[in-house]
């Protein structure tokens, strides 16, 4: 039997159950981060994969970055969707205040952690642009790479804003001693 008239759609499954079960976790993740009701955030992960199957090119399958841009666009397209503060707070708050080893981070007394609406506080002084690279490194455990990509900003642009969004945030926070996070 050749390829050619092996079936199709066999394929098809196949591949489309390899993009599933390597970005499902990731991109419930990064929808998470925004819808706080959990069957919102089902809703949205189904139709993003609804669409990823619909499109599926079984030679270039799409990867993490293809699938948070569909999300994002499935987010802009829907309107009055409550916010997941508290998870997102929890994220950054672990991320900046330096509880994180895989950001590339020390480790603070618990004296020393900032509180969440210090956070909060925190992430207001920087701008849009920022909080947004900022929540992709954080909240989403992206590279700088899979920003850049997902942002369409050249990476070196990217890594700049990321780490003047740190400084600042180390900054308000009173963290001069927690290290930048590796991209």
Known sequence: MTDRSADPNSLQDQVFTRVFDAHWA????????????DDEVTEIVSAVFLEAWTRLDVARPMGRVWL???AD???????????????VLDAMHHGMAGT???????????????DRDS??????????????IIMLAYWDGLTEGEISELLRYPRR?????LRRAEKRMRDALGLEGA???EG
Do not use: I, K, W
């Open 26 to 37: 990731a991109l419930r993740h990064h929808v998470e981060g925004v819808v706080a009701d």
């Open 68 to 70: 948070f841009r569909a």
């Open 73 to 87: 666009r499935e987010l802009r397209a829907r309107s009055g969707r409550a916010t997941s503060r508290s998870a």
């Open 100 to 114: 994180s080893e895989e950001a590339g981070t020390v480790d603070l007394a618990a004296d020393q952690m900032p």
């Open 119 to 132: 956070v909060l506080r925190a992430l207001g002084v920087l701008t849009t642009r920022q909080r947004r």
């Open 157 to 161: 642009s990217v890594r700049t804003m």
């Open 179 to 181: 290290s930048e996070r």
